[in-house]
């Protein structure tokens, strides 16, 4: 189902932010459905499959009026791409942000639940949790749900968000205001991307807020191997814990 934005959300306003890497079948869909929500941007993250292109070659030209596709010449990871959408959508003065994946696991239709507290200045950062229901986490394959909670338990002391659960979820927006203020250049180019991008709103004091969010798996591949990731991400958790207790510590 297309989402559409309700009257409070000038489409003009927003932008949607896809990385784009080895999503070739499943992107097509995901930009249709997103087509009059927003300016979208597309971002080749140095896809062997010319995702980018690809994608052009699917849409009709109504469509295309919608999207644009910027390329990195490197693959630089998801949040590597993430943070050219993020840049270009602040030259091009869009005020609320949204980030999407292109692997169709990602409901279009909570978009207004995630855009709306930003639009109506309630929260500076908005992000899904797929633990808000518990038949959601019964559908969850154990292996990322023992990683999730794990990494959910971690970050809380790297962030201090207490209230914040699945701090890998990478369905969210945030004001243009809230995001100028971050530093992108030192937040992460990895999957450590949407941690990270936590612990930088923390250090802002910025107001984050979780929606509840179905979680779909469908029969794709995951690039991310949850075992590195259950190995690299404590060390650098638990290396911005310490920073925000120095930053505690020296602004008092």
């Known amino acids: 189902m297309n989402w559409r934005p309700p009257l409070l959300i000038d489409p003009a306003r927003l932008a949607i932010v896809i990385p784009s890497f080895r999503v070739r079948e499943t992107l097509p869909e995901v930009v249709?459905?997103?087509c009059g929500a927003g300016h979208i941007y597309v971002v080749d993250d140095c896809c062997p499959d010319a995702s980018g292109q690809e994608l052009l070659s699917r849409l009709s030209q109504a469509e295309r009026r919608h999207v644009q596709i910027l390329r990195n010449e490197k693959n630089m990871g998801v949040?590597?791409?993430?943070?050219?959408?993020?840049?270009?959508?602040?030259?091009d003065c869009r005020e609320i942000i949204?980030?999407?994946d292109g692997d169709?696991?990602?409901d279009v239709s909570l978009l207004p639940q995630l855009v709306e507290p930003v639009a109506r200045r309630t929260a500076d950062y908005v992000k899904g949790n797929r633990f808000g229901d518990v038949s959601v986490i019964l559908r969850m394959p154990p292996v990322r749900l023992g990683g999730n909670f794990a990494l959910s338990f971690l970050s809380k002391f790297s962030h201090g968000y207490w209230s914040i659960m699945d701090p890998t979820n990478g369905y969210t927006a945030i004001s243009a205001?809230?995001?100028a203020l971050l530093p992108l250049s030192e937040?992460?180019?990895?999957?450590?991307?949407?941690?990270?991008?936590?612990?930088?709103?923390g250090m802002q004091?910025?107001?984050?807020?979780?929606?509840?969010?179905?979680?779909r798996y469908g029969n794709e591949v995951s690039s991310m191997d949850l075992s590195q990731v259950l190995l690299s991400f404590p060390p650098r958790l638990w290396q911005r814990f310490w920073r925000r207790q120095?930053?505690?510590?020296?602004n008092k």
């Open 246 to 250: 120095k930053s505690v510590l020296y």
């Open 187 to 201: 937040i992460a180019d990895d999957y450590f991307f949407e941690c990270d991008m936590l612990f930088a709103l």
């Open 32 to 34: 249709r459905s997103l």
């Open 98 to 100: 949204v980030k999407i």
């Open 79 to 91: 949040g590597g791409a993430v943070k050219a959408g993020y840049a270009r959508a602040l030259a």
């Open 177 to 179: 205001r809230m995001l």
């Open 205 to 215: 004091k910025a107001r984050v807020l979780d929606i509840p969010m179905p979680a």
């Open 104 to 106: 169709g696991q990602m």
